[in-house]
C-alpha cells in the first residue's frame, strides 16, 4: 500500500510550516507523528499534495511544569508523556491514559499533539483533555489565539482549528484531585468501545469537585457538567455514583458500529463511567 | 514531486540513495539495501513484522515515509547478531523455541531489544505489555516471553560479571 505522490516539506520552525500552509491551502497538511495520517494516506482515504513533517521544529517540543501550570509542546510523543517523571507527579491522569493508547511503537511516534487536533471522535486525549479542562494554543498568520478543549470539537473531523493554523501547544491547571482514565478496548492498538476520564476532589467528607468526559461516545469528545453536578455536594456513595453515571450516559450519542449497536455500547458506557468515578473517588 | 536524496545509516552502514518521498521505510530498507529482515506483514501498522529500531526508538517502518527517515539512525536484526555470533536475544529465542515459522522474529527481537535497553529487569507482566504491538500467530506468545526474560537474565548476568 503506497500513497499518491506528494511534496515533502519539513520546515524548521513554525514560520515555515505556516508559509507552505498559506501558500498550498486546502492541498497542505501538517504531519506530527504520522500514526493516524499516514494510514490514512496509503489507504488512499486522504490525499495530501503537500505534505509539512512537524518533527524538525524545536519549539514544538518539551514539557514544562511552572507551579501547577503545565504545558505540553504539541509535538510531545505519546512515549515522552509516560516517560515524564515530572509530568506523572504533577497531572498522572495524562501518564495513566496515555500507556492504554495503541501499543509501544506507535507511542514512540504517536503525539500528543495530534491526538488533539485530528478530530477523530476515537482519540483518548480530547477527552482527557476536556475533563483537565486544558486550552489550545493555535498559532496562524494573523497571530496566536487560545481555544478551551471543551470548545474546540465541533464533529468528527472537525475542529474550532482553521486550516492555516497550526496547533502549538497544551496547557493546564495541574490539581492533586483523584484521578482515573478507563477505557475498554477490544485489542491491543483498537480505539475505545466507551472510555472514561475522571478528575475528583473531596472537601471534608463531601465531594468538593469533579469533572467527568467521555471518549468515543459521540462523534466528539463529551465533557458531562450534569455529571460532575451529581457527585459535588454528594459523600460518593453507590446512590451519588449511579446518579453521576445516568447523567454522564444522557449526554452521549453513540453510533453502532463494528464495537457493537448503540445498546451495548451504553452498556459498556456505563460500566466504564461507574468504574471511573469510583476509582478516581479511591484515589482522592 | 520527483524523488529526493535521503541518508540513513542502517546497523552502523551510512547509505544515499534517491527516493520518491512516499515509499515506506520498510520497502526502501527490503528492495533498495537489500535488508530484508523486516518483514512486510499487515502493512496498517498492527503486526509489527517489520519493526526496526529508528533513533534509538521502535517504529513500524510500514508507517514511516523515506524522507521522514533522512538523517536516521537505523538498527534492523541484522545489526543484532550474525549467524556464526548470535545476540543473547536470537540465541535465547532459539533455546526456548520463541519462534516457529519465524516470520514474526525480526520485529519481535528487535522490539525485544529496546525494551530491555529501557528495562533491563522486566517482569512478565512487562515484557507482555512491552511486546504487545507485535503479533506472533504461531507460538501463543508464552515461549517468546519466556526466551525474553531468560535473554534479560543473562544480560544481567554477563553485565555483572563484567563489573
Known amino acids: ?284 | 514531486m520527483g524523488k529526493q536524496i535521503v541518508k540513513l545509516t542502517v546497523n552502523g552502514e551510512e547509505h544515499e540513495l534517491l527516493a520518491e518521498p512516499r515509499e515506506l521505510l520498510i520497502h526502501v530498507l527490503r528492495e533498495k539495501l537489500n535488508i530484508t529482515g523486516p518483514h512486510v506483514g499487515c502493512e496498517t501498522s498492527h503486526c509489527g513484522a517489520c519493526t526496526v529500531d529508528m533513533n534509538g526508538r521502535s517504529v513500524k517502518s510500514c508507517t514511516v515515509f523515506a524522507a521522514q527517515a533522512d538523517g536516521a539512525e537505523i538498527t534492523t536484526v541484522e545489526g543484532l547478531g550474525t549467524p556464526d555470533n548470535l545476540h543473547v536475544l536470537q540465541e535465547m529465542f532459539k533455546e526456548h523455541h520463541g519462534l516457529q515459522c519465524g516470520f514474526c522474529t525480526p520485529g519481535m527481537i528487535t522490539r525485544a531489544h529496546r525494551l530491555l535497553q529501557e528495562n533491563p529487569n522486566p517482569t512478565e507482566e512487562e515484557v507482555r505489555f512491552g511486546m504487545a504491538g507485535n503479533i506472533c500467530r504461531c507460538t501463543g506468545y508464552q515461549n517468546i516471553v519466556k526466551s525474553i526474560l531468560a535473554a534479560a537474565a543473562e544480560l544481567n548476568a554477563a553485565r555483572e560479571a563484567a563489573q
Not at chain 1, 73 to 78: D, F, L
Not at chain 1, 221 to 236: E, F, I, N
Open chain 1, 1 to 284: 500500500m503506497i500513497p499518491s505522490r506528494f511534496e515533502y516539506y519539513r520546515p524548521d520552525d513554525i514560520r515555515g510550516a505556516l508559509a507552505v500552509l498559506n501558500e498550498h491551502g486546502d492541498d497542505a497538511r501538517v504531519m506530527a507523528g504520522g500514526h493516524s495520517l499516514i494510514p490514512m494516506m496509503k489507504l488512499r482515504m486522504a490525499e495530501v499534495p503537500h505534505l509539512i513533517d512537524l518533527q524538525g521544529i524545536a519549539e514544538l517540543r518539551g514539557i514544562a511544569i511552572d507551579g501547577a501550570e503545565i504545558s505540553i509542546g504539541a509535538m510531545t510523543t505519546q512515549h515522552d508523556l509516560i516517560a515524564h517523571a515530572g509530568l506523572a507527579d504533577a497531572a498522572p491522569i495524562l501518564r495513566e491514559a496515555a500507556l492504554q493508547i495503541a501499543d509501544p511503537q506507535v507511542r514512540y511516534m504517536g503525539t500528543v499533539g495530534g491526538n488533539v487536533a485530528n478530530g477523530d471522535p476515537g482519540n483518548d486525549m480530547p477527552g482527557l483533555m476536556q475533563c483537565l479542562d486544558a486550552r489550545f494554543e493555535l498559532v496562524g498568520a494573523d497571530g496566536t489565539r487560545e481555544v478551551a478543549a471543551r470548545d474546540f470539537y465541533e464533529a468528527a473531523y472537525m475542529t474550532a482549528r482553521d486550516d492555516e493554523e497550526l496547533l502549538t501547544r497544551i496547557r493546564f491547571t495541574a490539581t492533586g484531585a483523584g484521578y482515573a482514565y478507563e477505557k475498554q478496548k477490544r485489542k491491543i492498538g483498537d480505539y475505545a468501545t466507551a472510555a472514561c476520564a475522571a478528575l475528583i476532589s473531596r472537601d471534608g467528607d463531601r465531594i468538593g469537585s469533579a469533572s467527568v468526559a467521555m471518549t468515543n461516545l459521540s462523534d466528539v469528545p463529551v465533557w458531562s457538567q450534569a455529571a460532575g453536578d451529581a457527585l459535588v455536594g454528594s459523600t460518593g456513595d453507590a446512590a451519588a455514583i449511579k446518579a453521576a453515571t445516568d447523567a454522564a450516559l444522557a449526554d452521549i450519542d453513540p453510533t453502532g458500529d463494528n464495537r457493537g449497536p448503540v445498546e451495548f455500547k451504553k452498556h459498556v458506557a456505563g460500566i466504564i463511567i461507574s468504574r471511573a468515578i469510583a476509582r478516581a473517588l479511591s484515589r482522592a
